[in-house]
C-alpha cells in the first residue's frame, strides 16, 4: 500500500464568505435597531446680527454655572460642588424650569463657555436644558464660546 505524503489544504474562502455576510448582516440589524438621537442647535451667527438679545443665557465657568436672562429674568448662580468639582446640572433644570414657568419666557437658549471647558460639561448643559420630566424645556440650543 502506498500512502500519499500530500496534506490536503484547507480552504478559507467559503468560511471568509460567510463570516463577510455575517458582520453585513449585523452592521444592518444594528443600524435599524439602534436609534439614533439628533439635538437641533442654532448657529451662533443669531446673536451677532442682533436678533438674540432676548435669548436666555447659561454661562459654564470654573466657578460653575450662570443663568443669565433677559429683562424680568433673575440671575442665577450655580457654583460646583467643592469636594468634586462637578456641576450642579440637578439644579440648573431647575432653574430652567423656574425661568420657563416665568411671564417673561424666552424661546430660545444660549450656552456659553470657553475652549478649555471639557466637552462633557457642555454636553450634560445641554441635557439638563431639554430633558425635563414633563418634556423639552428649550428645543432651540445656540452654542458659543468666551
Given at each position: 500500500?502506498?500512502?500519499?505524503?500530500?496534506e490536503?489544504?484547507?480552504?478559507?474562502?467559503?468560511y471568509?464568505?460567510?463570516?463577510?455576510?455575517?458582520?453585513?448582516?449585523?452592521?444592518?440589524?444594528?443600524?435599524?435597531?439602534?436609534?439614533?438621537r439628533?439635538?437641533?442647535?442654532l448657529?451662533?451667527?443669531?446673536?451677532?446680527?442682533g436678533?438674540?438679545?432676548?435669548?436666555?443665557?447659561?454661562?459654564?465657568?470654573?466657578?460653575?454655572?450662570?443663568?443669565l436672562?433677559?429683562?424680568?429674568?433673575?440671575r442665577?448662580?450655580?457654583?460646583?460642588?467643592?469636594?468634586?468639582?462637578?456641576?450642579?446640572?440637578?439644579?440648573?433644570?431647575?432653574?430652567?424650569?423656574?425661568?420657563?414657568?416665568?411671564?417673561?419666557d424666552?424661546?430660545?437658549?444660549?450656552?456659553?463657555?470657553?475652549?478649555?471647558?471639557p466637552?462633557?460639561?457642555?454636553?450634560?448643559?445641554?441635557?439638563?436644558?431639554?430633558?425635563?420630566?414633563?418634556?423639552?424645556?428649550?428645543?432651540g440650543?445656540?452654542?458659543?464660546t468666551?
Amino acid at each position: 500500500m502506498a500512502t500519499s505524503s500530500s496534506e490536503g489544504e484547507l480552504n478559507l474562502v467559503p468560511y471568509l464568505d460567510i463570516m463577510m455576510n455575517l458582520v453585513i448582516f449585523m452592521i444592518v440589524s444594528t443600524s435599524l435597531v439602534v436609534p439614533l438621537r439628533e439635538t437641533p442647535v442654532l448657529v451662533p451667527g443669531k446673536v451677532s446680527d442682533g436678533v438674540g438679545e432676548d435669548l436666555l443665557t447659561v454661562s459654564i465657568s470654573r466657578a460653575g454655572i450662570s443663568v443669565l436672562g433677559p429683562a424680568g429674568v433673575a440671575r442665577t448662580d450655580l457654583p460646583r460642588d467643592p469636594g468634586t468639582a462637578r456641576l450642579d446640572y440637578d439644579g440648573l433644570t431647575a432653574a430652567l424650569r423656574r425661568v420657563k414657568g416665568a411671564s417673561v419666557d424666552p424661546e430660545d437658549l444660549r450656552i456659553v463657555a470657553d475652549r478649555s471647558t471639557p466637552y462633557s460639561e457642555i454636553v450634560g448643559a445641554v441635557d439638563a436644558a431639554r430633558d425635563d420630566d414633563t418634556g423639552v424645556l428649550y428645543p432651540g440650543i445656540e452654542l458659543s464660546t468666551l
